[in-house]
């Protein structure tokens, strides 16, 4: 849609009544009018005609400033504090992690330690259970040992002792046959004692045969009654006095045995009957 109007020249208004403020506002409608006419007729005229109005107007008109897009706003304290709280919260959830984690990996490195402790605890008893468990063995087996050869020994001093007097006995009873009985007289041979020195001779004889390992203290005195054939051949013995010792009375008993037969004197005679003492310590 095209307007028209009027083209009018008007000239600045003069001092006067009619010219004034008043005229303006006359000129002013009937322009307004005559552009409200116009506007509803010019679709039916063939050519349209324009016109141009100038406008004075007695105050200068200055123009608007150009509006200035307001800076945004500072952030008010609230927020502020409640930034500085967040952070502050997150900070301190973060802290609590890292807390909980390290003692959590406090609490498995203790445990490990613990367990550690335990299981070496343990194969240090079990080592020393072994150990005395094989230190009992070969207590036991060196005990048994022991006891074997205890035995033995004494089952070979039995048997010896058993054949000593399986002869004892074989030659008292040749003695006896040859002398017509035991109720022979003597000869002065037998009457006769020994000699001096002859008590040293049979100590000799015997001592290497004494096994005794005790302690007697006091250095105890046995005697031992003796009883050979001419030969020399011990055919009985018997414990006269006691030294107080049952082990060194039985020590000496069993050495007799042992020696079987006593030495021949300077003379070449054996004593039938003698009286032997004997000391640990002689």
Excluded: C
Aim: proline share 9%; hydrophobic share 35%; glycine share 6%.
């Amino acid at each position: 849609m095209q307007s028209t109007a009027d083209h009018l020249d008007l000239a600045p208004p003069t001092t006067g009544r009619w010219l004034g403020p008043m005229g303006l506002a006359l000129i002013a409608h009937g322009l307004l009018v005559i552009a409200l006419t116009w506007g509803v007729s010019w679709q039916d005229d063939p050519e349209p005609v324009s016109f141009e109005a100038e406008l004075w107007s007695r105050l200068p008109q200055q123009a608007a400033p150009r509006a200035v897009e307001p800076p945004p706003p500072p952030p008010s304290p609230n927020q502020a504090e409640i930034a500085t709280a967040q952070a502050k919260k997150k900070a301190e959830a973060e802290k609590k992690e890292r807390d909980e984690a390290a003692e959590k990996k406090a609490a498995a490195n203790k445990l490990a330690a613990e367990k550690l402790a335990a299981e070496k605890q343990a194969a240090e008893k079990k080592a020393a259970a072994e150990k005395a468990a094989d230190a009992k063995e070969r207590e036991q087996k060196l005990a048994d040992q022991k006891r074997e050869q205890e035995r033995k020994t004494a089952a070979a001093d039995a048997k010896r002792l058993d054949q000593l007097r399986d002869e004892q006995i074989t030659r008292m009873m040749g003695q006896a046959g040859a002398s017509g009985g035991p109720q022979s007289t003597g000869t002065a041979q037998q009457s006769s004692g020994p000699t001096p020195g002859y008590g040293a001779k049979v100590a000799a004889r015997i001592k290497p045969n004494v096994v005794f390992t005790d302690v007697a203290p006091g250095n105890p005195r046995a005697e031992i009654e003796v009883r050979t054939s001419p030969d020399g051949t011990i055919t009985a013995r018997k414990l006269t006095k006691s030294s107080g010792n049952a082990a060194w009375d039985e020590a000496v008993l069993r050495a007799i045995d042992r020696t079987s037969s006593l030495p021949r004197d300077t003379d070449g005679r054996v004593p039938s009957s003698l009286v032997i003492g004997l000391r640990p310590l002689d």
